[in-house]
């Protein structure tokens, strides 16, 4: 049981919506509805005269008032040598629009439905400009500019490896594999759509901005200097989060919009944004093409792998969009010795709405490329998909191991996650399954994958995390921490971490949590690095609380400190059986004791694990059924199993949904978003979700207290590789080398009546 759950199917949990605000208005957005263009014309006159509308504020409104543009807060090399390329993203349009949602005016007024006629009676006209939305075609010769001080569309250009020693390996090497990967865009979707409830305090000189997020502290810091004001000057408050997924975890345009017009009203303000306006605004993520080469000698050991990512990137920085190309891509590496790698990412500007972290971040496109191509080299050499990795893997005895490329794992049994998958999925057996399907019409598949991400980073200098635990002499707890939940049972893990150390009922315990002022510093919730990042620097509070308490437990038990042990909530005299409970010892205070910190942990941690996924095709209609999922995964100590199997579960829905169903889509000429509904965008059903059978085989790291390793994000990393494994192996006996993710019937269909007729392989 989660503590959590109790209210939240109950219909008692507390969203943006289910908040109310006192003296409330309401504010929706004006969008551009053509791609790229020039503002010719903002006419607000006679919207602004209208019924209950108070204010209608334009982008040139909040630049001459002082707002300055939203900034990245990451930087890279830029395409030419110097600076990154940073355009101007100001929270409405000033001049120019580049994608379909550009915000280009705010409506205030008394209801929703005053507001909403309104920015339905302003006129705006825009001089269309061409557009460009693939990333490919954006860096072509004579493509439309996205902005006209960067004629290339390029915003960064960042490098990493041996290119010379890749260049002279392929070129020597016995065989070579290469491909063009399609890694598809897609968005997050959430249940709960994007929302805030924005008010500005005129005697505290204060603005108050509560919404749904994972990072309320990192929310305030992106919104903070666009308002010209200190961070603590802006009080963002969670309550429950419906879903974020990484892509609420960061300042958007609306927020510091909403926060002025809420001063210059001086009103509270909300906004909600319903479906179609989600889609258009909210960070979407993913889509880049990847050019590789596997080399490999003539025992199928790889010799070198060399990756060219062109990364979409979007029209406009958002705080986190330089984020995924490059921050994990050291999984390229994956599980495998490879002794010389390179990659080239280059960040592209589109005509698109921008793209940020979703589940992943970076994770689920590295160990795409790296297992598709071992998918490829395998089939080329005519060698069984899993011996190849076999042969390629980091044995457990080479730990810790340098990949030579970014990343050094501190831990894993590889080939034993590998053995374990193979015997679950039955790996051995499989060709009499596809047999027997072939007898039924039905082409068969296996997939497979051996995912490695990088959790609780950066990889030279993890984030830390706050947190503050407080204990009444009656055992009651109280936990401030700065990471937040959207739905993955935080609340729960905390109270386990210290009930089990200090022996306590989890049910006496309070969690304190999204509010930016309560709890003064934190980090968030992203990147698998919660339990942790957050659980660590919980555990190392509880250790300064058992060791602040010792002398009073020594004193009871009339012994010196220095024979004083803890251990499984008591203190003991070492080597006897006298002790006294840290309950015992604590009662006995006259004022509750707590301890906080802010660390963070000694290193990274590499969560990883080995899926097999089991699918026919219906060769007539090119739909896909998914039969079997297997998944060993290695994410370190477990505190709660059930939060485990939950995490994978929910990840592994949303890999196969990439790549199988989910696509966001503009139009190439238009710039038109032509997914923006779930009539358009397939969303995966609880009917296309097998059943998962989830084995642990972990090896606990010592990267921190709690030897975890992270599993928010695992089951993604390895659900969009093992998908599209199995899919592409069950056309292969009919000539079909390839194909890109989502792989829908009807691409599966095309792809089939496109190739020449072939006997199925015996």
């Not at 705010?106 to 557009?131: F, G, H, K, W």
Request: aromatic share 6%.
């Amino acid at each position: 049981m989660r503590f959590e759950d109790d209210a939240l199917i109950t219909g008692r949990g507390r969203y943006v919506n289910d908040l109310t605000g006192k003296g409330e208005a309401a504010a929706v957005f004006v969008r551009s509805q053509v791609a790229s263009g020039r503002i010719a014309l903002l006419d607000t006159e006679a919207a602004a005269a209208m019924p209950e509308v108070l204010a209608i504020l334009t982008g040139p409104d909040l630049k001459a008032a002082g707002l300055a543009p939203i900034e990245p807060r990451g930087r890279h090399p830029g395409p030419d040598g110097g600076a990154m390329r940073v355009p101007l993203f100001y929270p409405l349009a000033i001049d120019h629009v580049r994608y379909v949602g550009d915000p280009v005016a705010i409506v205030v007024a008394e209801t929703r439905s005053a507001a909403l006629a309104a920015a339905e009676a302003m006129v705006v006209e825009i001089d269309e400009r061409p557009v460009v939305v693939d990333p490919l075609e954006a860096v072509s010769a004579g493509a439309p500019r996205v902005w006209d001080e960067f004629p290339d569309n390029r915003c960064f250009t960042y490098e990493k490896g041996d290119k010379a020693g890749v260049d002279a390996a392929i070129a020597s090497a016995h065989t070579v594999v290469r491909q063009r990967l399609r890694i598809s865009r897609v968005v997050a979707a959430p249940i709960e759509t994007r929302g805030a409830i924005a008010s500005y305090d005129p005697a505290a000189d204060q603005y108050r901005l509560e919404l749904g997020t994972q990072a309320p502290h990192r929310v305030s810091g992106d919104v903070a200097p666009v308002l010209g004001v200190a961070p603590d000057k802006v009080h963002v408050v969670v309550s429950d989060c419906g879903g974020s997924f990484g892509m609420k975890n960061a300042g958007y345009p609306e927020y510091p919009a909403l926060l002025f017009a809420a001063r210059k009203t001086g009103r509270t303000l909300r906004w909600t944004a319903d479906r179609l306006e989600a889609f258009q605004s909210d960070a979407h993520a993913r889509d880049m093409w990847a050019d590789a080469a596997l080399a490999l000698d003539a025992d199928g050991m790889f010799l070198a792998l060399d990756v060219h990512v062109r990364a979409n990137l979007g029209a406009y920085l958002g705080p986190a969009t330089v984020h995924p190309p490059v921050a994990n891509l050291g999984g390229i590496a994956g599980v495998y010795r490879t002794p010389k790698i390179y990659a080239k990412v280059d960040g592209v500007f589109t005509n698109t709405q921008q793209t940020a972290p979703y589940r992943g971040a970076g994770r689920p496109e590295a160990t795409y490329i790296i297992e598709r191509m071992i998918d490829l080299a395998a089939c080329e050499i005519g060698l069984d998909r899993a011996e190849l990795r076999r042969r390629n893997l980091v044995p457990k005895e080479a730990m810790p191991y340098a990949s030579g490329f970014i990343f050094t794992y501190d831990s894993g049994d590889f080939p034993g996650v590998l053995d374990k998958a193979l015997e679950m999925a039955d790996w051995a057996g499989f060709e009499a399954r596809r047999s027997e399907a072939r007898a039924r019409g039905k082409l068969r598949g296996i997939g497979i994958a051996n995912p490695i991400e990088i959790a609780g980073g950066p990889v030279a200098r993890p984030n830390p995390e706050f947190a503050r635990v407080e204990i009444s002499p009656a055992g009651k707890v109280r936990i401030h921490v700065g990471s937040m939940d959207s739905g993955q049972g935080h609340g729960t893990a905390f109270r386990q971490i210290i009930a089990d150390r200090l022996g306590l009922g989890a049910e006496d315990m309070e969690i304190v949590t999204g509010d930016t002022h309560a709890v003064p510093q934190g980090t968030g919730t992203f990147g698998s690095r919660t339990l942790a990042a957050a659980g660590g620097a919980i555990w190392t509070a509880t250790e300064t609380i058992i060791d602040r308490l010792k002398d009073q437990a020594a004193d009871r038990l009339e012994a010196d400190r220095s024979d004083i042990l803890f251990e499984r909530g008591e203190y003991r005299i070492a080597g006897t059986d006298r002790a006294v409970s840290f309950a015992q010892v604590i009662s006995e205070e006259t004022a509750p004791v707590a301890a906080e910190n802010f660390i963070g942990n000694d290193g990274a941690t590499f969560p990883n694990g080995c899926h097999i996924c089991e699918l026919e095709i219906d060769p007539e209609t090119g739909h896909v059924d998914l039969l079997a999922y297997s998944v060993v995964d290695d994410v370190g100590q477990m505190v709660n199993p059930l939060l485990v199997k939950g995490q994978i579960t929910g990840g592994v829905a949303q890999g196969l949904g990439q790549a199988l169903t989910e696509n966001a889509v503009y139009d190439p000429n238009s710039g038109q978003l032509l997914s923006a509904t779930f009539m358009d965008y397939a969303m995966p059903r609880a009917h296309d979700v097998p059943d998962v059978d989830i084995v642990d085989r972990s090896v606990p790291t010592r990267q921190n207290p709690l030897g975890v390793k992270g599993v928010g994000e695992a089951g993604t990393v390895g659900a969009l590789s093992a998908v599209m494994s199995a899919v592409a192996d069950a056309l292969r006996p009919l000539g079909v080398r390839h194909v890109d993710m989502p792989a829908t019937p009807d691409r599966i269909w095309r792809c089939l009546k496109m190739q020449p007729a072939k006997e199925p392989a015996p």
